[in-house]
């Protein structure tokens, strides 16, 4: 009997059940009530978050108070028909490109007085009375080309006969023209070209000094290095000379862009 009953106390440990007393019992919920609570607190958890992460993924879809600050104040920045014509097609060329120059250049010549196109010609002298000994060769070549000077003979003749001529004339052109903000652009642009002009002319000077032959072909050399100043000067004398008194703004090579540089406005 003694052992009948212990088998019968081991029978539960072996089951895996253990006998619950009734305060035991009382302080643990039952199962089958557990789990409608925890599956409504679930599900509630679950749909707290699901609001929670639509809320923030329109948080972040919208656009934040900086941005919208700053489309307002694009928006206000210029009405909307400027921007438009900003963006198309019809954009006005920049005053950088050669189609924006050829504009403003238009602009000016419809401004320009004639007083203006001749002071402004007259400047282009400056480099010719300077540049008029390097053609002393093709005068004696080709007598007729004097011809075409004949008429500023009278004042190459004064020009040389005057002391220091040439540097007068330099810094009265510079410092009373080309500084002078009363005279317009078009003149002060075209009177710093010609004092571009007589500048390079210093360069022919020293190659005559350290290069004099007396015959040979270092002397047809020098003829017809002398020729190739004389006919760029007077080919940039007429050319600029002849656009001023058109009313048009002459470019003249290498000097051109230098004299934009300093003659901006």
Known sequence: MASTAACQSLLPALSGTQPR?????????DPCCQLPCNAASWHSNRV???????A??????????AAA???SLSSLSAPSHLAALSHGPCLSPRSGTPSGRQIEARRREEGIEPAQRVVAGLAYLLPLLDGIRYG????Q???FTEVVLQPILPLVQLYNSVPFSSLVAFFALYLLVVNNPRYSRYVRFNCYQAILLDILLILPGLVERSFSPSGGAGLEALILFYNTVFLFIFSCFAFGSISC???KEPRLPVVADAADAQVPF
């Open 48 to 54: 707290r978050h699901r609001l929670q992460t639509q």
């Open 69 to 71: 600050a700053l489309s």
């Open 141 to 143: 070549q080709y007598p």
């Open 245 to 247: 008194l058109l009313g």
């Open 21 to 29: 007393s009734p305060a035991v019992a009382a302080l643990r919920p």
């Open 136 to 139: 002393r060769f093709l005068f």
């Open 56 to 65: 923030r993924i329109a948080t972040v879809s919208c656009a934040p108070p």
